[in-house]
């Protein structure tokens, strides 16, 4: 990881004429001032993988390569992982953890503690309409601050733990927003409760909007959880988060319109293929994640929209250009609109990416009652 870049690239912004460099210049001088009151030995970095804490990790590591050293120390941090935590969400957490130096303390709670760590009340669905500029309509879900909360409870007992192992921490830098469920009273510091371990809370993103988190990630070129690339807005446990029914890719939507079926087909007799309705991690044009499997294994063709090897268009396809890799060079596939597919199953639905959420009030839409972890 260049640091020094890292420093230039982000301090550049806060001195551009970006419209979201004030609250980047706002983010550096709130995590500046801690580290001069602190010093780095004392300050710790709240990290689960969400998209909030990634910009905070990335603001914090170009403070400390600008104020600090090019080459700082190991960055102290804690993660309080969900009992039931996305492999795609632990996977880049192991990949920041390498590539930021993390010093990573994972608080795993006893088994038989199984208490969510969100700093609310888990809500419950109610049919009240929840309407956002974007047009969408879905599901409300209530949730209630912190105080006898069950999350709130959850949270404590792993700062507990946090602060047995590392006592000399005094400040921890939290991703959270001010649209969060539980960010709505918070400043930029705020002490625990009395009866919680003894930590400064430091929110530099608080003044963030759902917009400025992207703005800032896709500008900078930030590698983030690749689950936000599959319509996830917001990251809970497996069993309680889901893509944004906001992002859902409808008929109606000719930019990511997918047929109900595709069916390639091969100048190979003996090599048909067809859509797999098990997704992989590949794309094609940013409608969401699919693969092209023939019936002879030994000519397997896969969707890549980034490979420069052969390229099928088809004219009666509403999805334009798009390639297919064969491991054998004589296969050519091209790929034709079915009112099914060829194995006889239907699509799963697809979503749009994070970023193109325009409501950010709709965030959390992909949240359903049940224990959460919070992005914290």
């Avoid at 949730?143 to 602060?163: N, Q, S």
């Avoid at 921890?172 to 918070?186: E, F, K, S």
């Avoid at 809970?236 to 029914?245: D, E, M, Q, R």
């Avoid at 293929?273 to 693969?291: A, D, Q, R, Y």
């Amino acid at each position: 990881m260049d640091y020094k870049k890292i420093a230039s690239d982000v301090y550049n912004l806060a001195e551009s004429d970006e419209p979201i460099a004030p609250i980047v210049r706002e983010a550096l001088q709130v995590i500046e001032q801690c580290l001069a009151q602190y010093g780095q030995d004392h300050v710790s970095l709240s990290f689960n993988g969400g998209k909030d804490c990634t910009v905070l990790l990335h603001l914090y590591a170009a403070v400390l390569a600008r104020k600090v050293s090019s080459t700082h120390n190991p960055i102290f941090a804690l993660y309080i992982p969900d009992p039931s935590p996305f492999s795609a969400l632990e996977e880049f957490i192991k990949i920041a953890t390498q590539d930021y130096l993390l010093n990573l303390f994972t608080c795993n709670l006893s088994s038989d503690i199984q208490l969510p760590v969100e700093s609310v009340t888990p809500g419950v669905s109610t049919p009240t309409a929840l309407k956002g500029s974007s047009g969408y309509i879905g599901h409300s879900l209530q949730t209630r601050p912190v105080g006898a909360a069950r999350g709130g409870e959850g949270m404590r007992r792993a700062l507990e733990l946090y602060k047995s192992r590392f006592p000399d921490i005094q400040a921890i830098l939290v991703g959270t927003r001010r649209t969060d469920p539980h960010g709505t009273t918070l400043s930029y510091r705020n002490v625990t409760d009395p009866g919680w371990p003894a930590f400064e809370r430091i929110n530099p993103i608080i003044n963030w909007a759902y917009s400025d988190v992207w703005t800032f990630l896709r500008k900078l070129k930030i590698p983030y959880c690749t689950l936000y690339d599959e319509g996830y807005t917001s990251l809970g446990s497996t069993y309680n988060t889901l893509p944004n029914p906001a992002l859902l890719v409808k008929d109606s939507d000719s930019s990511h319109t997918l047929p109900s079926s595709l069916t390639v087909v091969a100048n190979n007799p003996n090599a048909m293929c067809f859509v797999e309705p098990t997704p992989p991690k590949s794309s094609l044009n940013g409608i969401g994640p699919f693969t092209i499997i023939a019936d002879n294994p030994d000519q397997i063709c896969l969707a890549d929209p980034v490979s420069d090897l052969r390229v099928s268009e088809s004219p009666r396809s509403t999805l334009g250009p798009f390639q297919v890799l064969v491991n054998d060079p004589n296969t050519q596939c091209q790929g034709e609109v079915n009112d099914r597919s060829a194995n006889g199953v239907r699509l799963p639905p697809r979503y749009r990416p994070a970023y193109e959420l325009q409501d950010g009030a709709l965030e959390r839409a992909g949240r359903v009652s049940g224990p959460v972890i919070s992005e914290i």
